[in-house]
């Protein structure tokens, strides 16, 4: 049984109400809110785990009430069991339009009955706890925005990714995990110092060393959300470089996971053109220019530069430059026209774009 309480809407001599009698019995936490009761108010304040209606003593305010809880954000997650006269297909179809969770005929086998509740509990739990892991990410993106020199930086790495990565040909799944990648790829940063991170003069060797660690950190920090494994390689890797010179791991070619190519691509594209405090903006032709010299020296694939370019040429990268509201980045992927941001890091040379 459900460990959280069951709040039966019904009448005490109806079907609801025999029902909630017999799960007292059986030992459930169970509480009848009779007609002329106002539920939503007994609901706001007990929280119950689950909402069991019965439409026949209910009436016509049971289908409003699934609506306005289904509706409210506070409530949408809460499972709603309705339960409705035999044979009633219209009752049964305003119920689940209405938003119920699943709806039952009369007579109710009690066993059925909770059976469906358990299942309705646990399936909410489920939702709410991906809910919780993408609140996660937006509140670990946030404290990243706070951080960077450059607002919007996250929503734009993430959508200039996602402007190259369909000139890729990649698959939904790799898609989702680019967007996710892009955003959160300098997710390690969080934890360096401000004294490193925003240091204005050269970094001392110790320092840049440390700014490099926020590669394998950041790893380490999504190894702990199952929904972000598939964007551990970008954050591990999106400083690699194809000659093996690159951290954490000095991967070489096709080692390199293809996403993390992408994203170091954008994020030195990113670096040149939106700026940092300690270098004015430059153009997207220089830093068209720098990706090349960098596939030139052997560093990046010259097929995706060249695909990046024909991207910034087309213009498909200006209207992911406009600030947009921060997504579900699960559903990211659906949505192309999106505007998302990172914290790049800090070059070793003030000169350079970033710490590659
Ligand atoms: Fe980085």
Known sequence: MTAGLVLVVAAVHSEGGRKCAEMKRHGVRACLVGPGIDARAVIDATRPAVVVIDMV???ASASNLCRQLKRDVDTRLLPIVLICEPHDRGARLAGLQSGADTVLHMPVDFEELMARVRHTVHASQFIGDLESAASIIMTLTAMLEARTCSPGHCHRMANYAMALGRVSALSEPESQALYRGAFLHDIGMLALPDAVTHKSGPLESHEYELIKSHTVVGDALCANLRTLHAVRPIVRHH?????????PDGLRGDEVPLLAQIVGIIDVFEAITAGRAYERPRTADEAIRVLHDEADRGWRRHDLVDGFESVVRAGALESARRP??????????TRPGSSVVSVSDRPADPGRATDR
Request: hydrophobic share 25%.
């Open 324 to 333: 947009g509201p921060l997504l579900d980045p699960g559903s990211a992927a």
């Open 239 to 247: 400083h690699e470089r194809l000659d093996g010179t690159g951290y």
């Open 57 to 59: 003593s209910a009436g």
